[in-house]
Structures are given as structure tokens and as C-alpha cells.
């Protein structure tokens, strides 16, 4: 016998974090996205305004940022898969590279390994995914580097 998965399609908002630079840049990207893409961009601004916003080097390296790749897992289907979340110029979804600007993308955007978070298809269906690891972030990249020098 075969047992489906079956996820909760909604889960309580996890506390998320941007670093200041971020926080500066997508909001000022999703005011000019709000006219051609209202429903992303109004994600987004969600996620942004409700955001704890830190110094860059005060980011927890679990924490996604822009240009972080991480591995989240699809709790509708149990599917894990890795990305880079970039803004919208350098997107390329055959690459990976997800925009901020698309569902998944507001969605990663912010949180810490372990955390679900709900979010919409383009299509209304619900779906939750769960952050499973940060495998590189720019900030903890940059904060070794400074160490090493």
C-alpha cells in the first residue's frame, strides 16, 4: 500500500532576517515591481516590512540572504532542492538561480535552516517548504575571508 505525503499548507509566520542591504534593495524592488507583478511583489514587501534587519556581518550564516545557496525541501511532495536566489536580472531557473521576486524566492528569503514557511503558486495552490540547509552565504564568506586576512 502506498501512503501519500500529506503536508499542512499553512504554517505560523517564522520570525525572518535581512541584512540591511537587503532590506534597502528589495524594498525598493518591490515598489517598482508592484505594477506589472502585484501578487509577487506584494509578497514580498510583506516579507520585507516584517523583517528583523541586521548589519551584514551580524547575519547568522544558517540565515538566507541574496545570493545564498540553500536547499529547502517541497513538503507537498518531500522534494529537496537547491538554489540560488538572486534578484530578478540574474535569474535562471535551468541554472538554479531563483528570483526573489517569485514565490519561492519571498519565501526563502530571510529564513533560518529549520524553518517552514507558506507560500502561493502563481496557480492560488498553497504549499509550505522547509529550509534545510544555507550551503553558502556571501556574508559568512566575506566574514571568513576577513578572518583569514
Do not use: K
Amino acid at each position: 500500500m502506498t501512503t501519500l505525503l500529506q503536508a499542512a499548507t499553512t504554517v505560523a509566520l517564522p520570525t525572518i532576517t535581512l541584512t540591511a542591504d537587503n532590506h534597502e534593495r528589495l524594498s525598493r524592488l518591490a515598489d517598482a515591481a508592484a505594477d506589472g507583478m502585484s501578487a509577487e511583489a506584494d509578497f514580498l514587501a510583506r516579507e520585507v516590512d516584517r523583517a528583523v534587519v541586521v548589519d551584514p556581518e551580524r547575519i547568522a550564516p544558517q540565515i538566507v540572504t541574496m545570493n545564498s545557496r540553500c536547499v529547502f525541501r517541497d513538503d507537498s511532495n518531500g522534494f529537496d532542492r537547491t538554489v540560488t536566489l538572486v534578484y530578478p536580472e540574474d535569474e535562471d531557473a535551468a541554472a538554479g538561480r531563483i528570483s526573489v521576486l517569485t514565490p519561492i524566492g519571498s519565501a526563502l528569503i530571510g529564513l533560518a535552516e529549520g524553518q517552514s514557511m507558506s507560500w502561493r503558486t502563481r496557480s492560488g495552490e498553497r504549499r509550505v517548504l522547509t529550509l534545510l540547509r544555507v550551503a553558502f552565504q556571501p556574508e559568512a564568506e566575506a566574514h571568513e575571508t576577513a578572518l583569514v586576512h
